[in-house]
C-alpha cells in the first residue's frame, strides 16, 4: 500500500513538473510586458477587448503588422543608410495598426522571433506608435517606462511617450526621471524633448542650470531642440504652449552658451538657431553683461549667427 501511495505522488510530481516545465517554455520572449500581469485588470481587459475587436473588423491589419515582423531583419539590411525602416513602415499601416502592436508588445509577442531580435523588434514597435501618437498605447508604454532596460530602449520609449504631448504623457516622463539617475536618466532626458508641454521644457532647463558633464550637457541641449523646434511647432495642432516653450528652451540654451565650450557649446548654439525663439537675440546680449571676456566675444560670433539663420 505503502509503495502504491509512494509510486503515485511521484507520478504525480512528475506530471506537475511537466505541467511547469510546459508554462515556462510557452512564456514569449518577444514580449516586452506581460500586460496580463502588470497592467491593472480593467486596463487589460479593456486593451484585450479592443484588440479582439479590432482582429473581427480588420483581420488584415494584424496579418500586415506580423508580415512586416517576420520580415523585419532582412528590410532593415536592405535600408538605406543603415536607417531601420521597419518601425515606418509600421507606422504608414496607419490606426489600425496600433492594436496589433500592442498585442505582440503586451499579450502574444511575435511567435518564432529569435531571442536575440526581440529588442530590436520591440524598439521597432514603439517607436511606430509613438509616430501614430495613440493615446491608447500609453498604458503598454508607461510600464515599458518603468522597467530596466539598455539606453537606447529607454530613449525609444521616452521618444514615443513624448510623442503623445499630452499631459499624461508629460507628467509619466517629468515623474519617472525624478525617480532615476544614471543611464536610465540620460536616456529619458534624450528622449523626452520629443514632447512640447512647457513642464518637459522646464524640467530640462533646470537639469542643465545645474550644469551636468558635457555629454549629459549635449543630451539636454539636443532635447531642448526638439522641444523649441519651431518649424516642428508649425506642424502641430496644439501651440498653446509654443511662446512658453520656446522662449524658456532658448534661455536655458543661452545660458549654456556661456557656461560651457566645446562640443557643448557648439551644440547649443545649433539647438539655438533650430529654435529660432524671437527673443535670441535680447537674451544673448542680455547674457553678455555678466559673461567673462572670453564668453562675450562668443556670445558676439552667436548674434552674427542668430541673425542669418540658415533655418529660416
Known amino acids: 500500500m505503502m509503495r502504491s501511495t509512494i509510486k503515485t505522488t511521484i507520478a504525480l510530481g512528475a506530471l506537475l513538473g511537466s505541467f511547469f516545465t510546459m508554462g515556462q517554455a510557452s512564456a514569449n520572449p518577444g514580449l516586452a510586458i ?3 500581469k502588470v497592467l491593472p485588470v480593467n486596463v487589460s481587459s479593456t486593451l484585450r477587448a479592443e484588440i479582439s475587436r479590432g482582429r473581427t473588423a480588420d483581420a488584415g491589419s494584424f496579418h500586415a503588422v506580423n508580415d512586416l515582423v517576420a520580415r523585419s531583419k532582412t528590410i532593415d539590411a536592405r535600408a538605406r ?4 525602416a521597419i518601425s515606418h513602415a509600421l507606422a504608414k499601416l496607419g490606426p489600425t495598426a496600433v492594436m496589433p502592436m500592442i498585442e505582440l508588445l503586451a499579450f502574444d509577442g511575435p511567435a518564432g522571433l529569435p ?3 526581440s529588442p530590436a523588434v520591440q524598439r521597432d514597435l514603439v517607436e511606430a506608435l509613438g509616430l501614430l501618437r495613440d493615446p491608447r498605447a500609453m498604458p503598454v508604454l508607461g510600464k515599458m517606462l518603468e522597467r530596466d532596460a539598455d539606453f537606447t530602449t529607454t530613449r525609444t520609449v521616452a521618444e514615443a511617450i513624448a510623442r ?6 508629460s507628467q509619466k516622463l517629468v515623474s519617472s526621471l525624478a525617480t532615476s539617475s544614471g543611464e536610465r536618466a540620460k536616456a529619458i ?3 523626452m524633448g520629443m514632447c512640447h508641454k512647457t513642464v518637459v521644457t522646464q524640467t530640462l532647463a533646470a537639469r542643465l542650470a545645474a550644469r551636468p558633464d558635457d555629454a549629459t550637457a549635449i543630451l539636454v541641449v539636443k532635447s531642448l531642440g526638439h522641444a523649441g523646434n519651431a518649424w516642428g511647432w508649425k506642424t502641430l495642432a496644439d501651440r498653446t ?4 516653450v520656446r522662449g524658456a528652451a532658448a534661455k536655458a540654451l543661452v545660458d549654456a552658451y556661456v ?4 562640443s557643448a557649446r557648439e551644440a547649443a548654439a545649433k539647438a539655438l538657431l533650430v529654435v529660432d525663439a524671437p527673443n535670441t537675440s535680447s537674451l544673448i546680449q542680455n ?4 559673461a567673462s571676456p572670453e564668453a562675450r566675444t562668443a556670445l558676439d560670433a552667436l548674434a552674427t549667427r542668430v541673425a542669418h539663420n540658415p533655418t529660416r
Open 34 to 36: 506581460d500586460g496580463s
Open 81 to 84: 543608410g543603415g536607417k531601420a
Open 115 to 117: 531571442v536575440e531580435q
Open 164 to 169: 503623445m504631448d499630452t499631459d499624461e504623457a
Open 189 to 191: 532626458l534624450a528622449g
Open 241 to 244: 504652449d509654443e511662446n512658453e
Open 259 to 262: 557656461t560651457y565650450t566645446g
Open 287 to 290: 547674457a553678455k553683461s555678466s
